[in-house]
């Protein structure tokens, strides 16, 4: 019983929300006119739209009972139609109405809030760790557990591509696309560690449901699955200076297998291991639009 309540209201709080426009919201990053939020790519970002569709059925159906009391204490009680204004000073059954409902109410929205914290913060097994430094102006990215010929971790800086940089405006976005991609497996636990070097910083990957700030002289973590393959694109979310809006985050979830090839020429060459990649991903496009004819 509970299980399908919840289903409804989140049904309906999808309806309303297709009805303000979250339709709109079809890419792995921000396009225009979007009100909603971006499609989910991790089962904790489908379960944040889930939570956002059931506290926006609870607000429209508080709204809806304000404004029909409103309407109600206007019609009734004005001046022309109660000429004689009533003298009740309490109400004992409203006062204890208007008290517990609320508290119901919050009660309500808590419990799954509550889960949902819990599923956030709750690192499971990991299968991979990423290290994220923020500087001014560009992410620092580095793996741990990749070691290079040299016995140190990869790692690598990604900086935002210029106008005059891009070569593919559809697959390189404005103010979006970076020279070096974050590149993880599609199905595994991926770790994020964020730190700063200079001044605060905050990661935010809208399809992942993550944000989590990075500070000077401290590690903060946070961790996403991916559900299926593609570009997903954040930004950072702290006021950092002058170029603040030219710290995209641009993260390449692919196939396990892909992954292996790219991680293994990564620890001699990130250029080639980035090449390696993208011929892998364009042979998999032309053996799907073949397979598709």
């Not at 919201?25 to 739209?49: E, F, K, N, S, Y």
């Not at 404004?67 to 009680?77: D, E, G, Q, S």
């Not at 140190?152 to 106008?163: A, E, I, N, R, T």
């Not at 595994?188 to 992942?208: E, M, N, W, Y």
Request: with cysteine.
């Amino acid at each position: 019983m509970r299980q399908s309540a919840w289903t409804l209201a989140v049904m309906a709080g999808l309806a309303i929300a297709a009805i303000f426009g979250t339709g709109a919201a079809l890419a792995a990053q921000p396009v225009p006119w979007q009100m909603g939020l971006q499609p989910a790519a991790t089962d904790v970002h489908a379960d944040i739209r889930a939570f956002e569709s059931f506290t926006l059925v609870i607000i429209t159906v508080i709204t809806l009972f304000v404004l029909a009391l409103l309407i109600y204490v206007m019609v009734k009680f004005n001046a022309k139609a109660n000429p004689v204004p009533s003298k009740t000073s309490h109400n004992t059954l409203i006062e204890v109405v208007w008290t517990v409902a609320p508290v119901m109410i919050l009660v309500l929205i808590a419990i799954p809030s509550f889960r949902l914290l819990y599923k956030e913060l709750i690192i499971p097994p990991v299968d991979i760790t990423v290290k994220a430094t923020g500087y001014q102006w560009y992410w620092g990215y580095e793996y741990p557990d990749l070691k290079d010929a040299k016995n140190k971790p990869v790692s690598f800086d990604s900086v935002m591509l210029g106008d005059a940089d891009r070569k593919d405006p559809v697959k390189q976005p404005r103010l979006l696309a970076v020279d070096n991609n974050l590149v993880v497996p599609v199905g595994k636990v991926v770790r994020v560690q964020v730190t700063a070097a200079d001044v605060i910083h905050a990661l935010a990957v809208p399809a992942f449901g993550i944000k989590i700030d990075g500070y000077p002289g401290r590690l903060n973590e946070t961790w996403f699955k991916a559900n299926h393959t593609g570009m997903f694109y954040g930004q950072c979310s702290e006021l950092c200076g002058k170029d603040h809006s030219a710290m995209p985050i641009a993260v390449q979830v692919v196939t396990e297998e892909q992954y292996a090839a790219w991680s293994t020429a990564a620890q001699k060459s990130l250029s080639d291991a980035n090449k390696v990649l993208a011929a892998m991903i364009e042979a998999d496009e032309k053996t799907t639009a073949v397979a598709q004819r």
